[in-house]
């Protein structure tokens, strides 16, 4: 996906977080404008909603993503095979 959907009310892309890496313009080039899909806060907004997104997630943290991701996922399963 070229152009990320989230650009218009994305923190990140918009310049809007409290600590912006050095490297956001190039960051921005490659997520936001080139593919989304490795995204930090792209994955957990897919997977958890736009709610859910830390305000401080950075698009290259892809690892705390994972975790906040597999969080819930895994509650969600556990509380499933309890009934
Ligand atoms: S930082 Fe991620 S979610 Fe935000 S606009 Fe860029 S690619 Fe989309």
Redesign the pocket.
């Known amino acids: 996906m070229p152009l990320?959907?989230?650009?218009p009310t994305?923190?990140?892309?918009n310049d809007k977080m409290a600590r912006m890496p050095a490297m956001a313009e190039r960051?921005?080039q490659h997520?936001?404008?080139t593919?989304?899909q490795d995204?930090?806060?792209?994955m957990v907004?897919n997977a958890l909603g736009a709610e859910r997104?830390p305000p401080d997630l950075?698009?290259d943290e892809t690892d705390r993503a994972k975790a906040l991701i597999d969080g819930p996922g895994l509650e969600r399963k556990l509380s499933m095979g309890d009934s």
């Open positions: 990320c959907i989230c650009m994305c923190p990140f892309y960051m921005r997520y936001c404008l593919d989304n995204c930090a806060r792209f907004r997104v950075l698009p």
